[in-house]
């Protein structure tokens, strides 16, 4: 049976896993990033329906909505380029 300390430090584990699994992206210079507003557009035009967008703590544009298909997307996208860096259909 586990006691206490072992209960606690397995759940601050499981809490914190997240903030270590966040996906990197190069940092590139503000004035060579595509503009927040006119990303999302450009996802739009292909067909993606955006729920939340967000520049990460990981130099990443991230978004969370559907794909053209209409299945659930969290996409990493580099700020410079636009392209994916990880994705997970749901």
Do not use: W
């Not at 397995?10 to 590139?28: D, G, R, S, Y």
């Amino acid at each position: 049976m586990l006691n206490n300390k072992a209960i606690f430090g397995f759940i601050a584990a499981a809490v914190t896993l997240p903030a270590f699994a966040e996906t990197q992206c190069q940092n590139h210079p503000a004035a060579e990033q595509i503009p927040p507003a006119k990303f999302q557009e450009q996802l739009k035009a292909e067909g993606y329906q955006i729920r939340t967008f967000k520049k990460t703590d990981g130099n990443c544009y991230e978004i969370y909505g559907k794909n053209k298909e209409g299945k659930r997307v969290e996409i990493y996208f580099d700020t410079k380029t636009g392209k994916p860096v990880k994705s997970e259909v749901k």
